[in-house]
């Protein structure tokens, strides 16, 4: 198998002419920007190119990867041993200072994303890509593998007034792209009009799962510790909607879910008359979060386990969840209510889902099956379209 090489690499040892040539940069970055022996990105390239790096851009999360729940924002800073500012971009300001963006030439980008539409990374690239266009810096991805595989895409396209942080423009919630296609995509479906350079990964290829590529895995926030419970992430993501743990405050959060009213039993049963979900086993679980939704209470629930990637549906699963739990308790199931993200009026879940009419299919006991039917077509253009901006094949 050919050794994956990321995009942080390749531009650290062939540089472009640019960086060679002695332009300000900034990066923006996050505690998974390392190369294959867990160095940070950000000491690597002002050691390649002294001088130059002149300000640290960090995402949701904060620069290091220590802010555990949506909304929390990391306050500026100075980095502790380069003594460059570090900038937020997550938080009461979600767009980059234009005249910070003013000062450089050129903004890096090394980020690991998940492959699904509603991690922030995505839109806070967009968010950069947009004003760095008004200011005429140029914006270089140094990509990454997807690790969930670039092959498979999943669920209905977002609507644009639906459009938020978790989703700023239309796509799939299992969409397939590296961050550097992604940026791609947008630039040219969106007209961000941006000077837009990838640095590609090198040896990855489409059909790839993070495990398959020989890179370390650096959790890219805090409740994805695993590739585990990134595979589940675009279907389980969904649960940040509703009234029951996600699984944070355990330590497998998003393969974990469940809470204190769940009868498990009752909905493998009420799940197995359409027939069996494809490439996942549902194992009962009992567990007591330590933080977050139900803290210290005793939940039950199940953990995913996903035994066929090839198969398994992650966003036709969760949904299949979440209708079985819907029939099974009227009651005490609920719609989390804003705030989420910076939104203080529409329903999380129809954030999340960037499609109102998920929601209410659910609540009326339509069939999973028949949603996914409806957004077929919508899917199957996209695939088509997608396939312009592919950087890697297999």
Not at 43 to 55: D, H, N, S, Y
Request: proline share 9%; with cysteine; hydrophobic share 40%.
């Amino acid at each position: 198998m050919e050794k994956v090489i990321p995009g942080l690499e390749i531009f650290l040892a062939e540089p472009p002419a640019w960086a060679a040539a002695g332009a300000k940069f900034a990066l923006l970055c996050h505690a998974a920007s390392i190369d294959r022996h867990y160095r940070p990105a950000p000491e690597l390239i002002a050691r390649r190119f002294p001088g130059q790096l002149k300000v640290l851009f960090g995402p949701q999360h904060g620069f290091g990867g220590e802010k555990q729940d949506n909304m929390v924002s990391s306050a500026d800073c100075r980095h502790p041993r380069l003594g460059i500012p570090v900038i937020s971009l997550y938080g009461p300001r979600l767009e980059p200072p234009l005249e910070i963006l003013a000062q450089v030439e050129v903004v890096l980008v090394d980020l690991m994303e998940v492959g699904t539409r509603v991690y922030t990374y995505g839109a806070t690239l967009a968010k950069l890509m947009a004003g760095a266009a008004q200011v005429g810096v140029k914006v270089a991805v140094l990509d990454r593998p997807n690790p969930i595989g670039g092959l498979q895409v999943e669920g209905n396209l977002l609507k644009p007034q639906w459009a938020s942080l978790v989703g700023p423009y239309p796509l799939p919630m299992r969409h397939g792209f590296t961050l550097g296609e992604l940026a791609r995509y947008y630039n040219a479906t969106q007209n961000l009009g941006c000077d837009l350079e990838v640095v590609p990964a090198r040896g990855w290829r489409r059909s790839q799962y993070f495990d398959e590529s020989g890179l370390p895995w650096v959790m890219p926030s805090p409740n994805l510790p695993t590739l585990e419970g990134a595979l589940v992430y675009p279907g389980q993501v969904l649960l940040e909607g509703t009234n029951l743990s996600e699984g944070r405050g355990t330590t497998r959060p998003f393969e974990y879910f469940g809470a204190p009213f769940l009868e498990p039993d009752k909905i493998l049963t009420l799940l197995s008359k359409p027939g069996p979900l494809p490439g996942v086993v549902l194992r009962e679980v009992v567990f007591e979060p330590t933080f977050h939704k139900w803290a210290g209470q005793l939940c039950r629930g199940f953990q995913l386990h996903v035994t066929d990637r090839q198969t398994f549906k992650p966003y036709f699963t969760t949904l299949s969840l979440l209708q079985a739990i819907i029939e099974l308790y009227p009651r005490q199931f609920a719609w989390r209510l804003p705030p989420y993200e910076y939104e203080t009026e529409r329903l999380p879940i129809d954030l999340l889902t960037g499609d109102s009419a998920i929601r209410e299919g659910l609540e009326q006991g339509v069939p999973v099956a028949e949603l996914e039917a409806a957004w077929k077509k919508e899917l199957s253009g996209f695939r088509e379209k997608c396939r312009e901006f592919w950087l890697y094949r297999d």
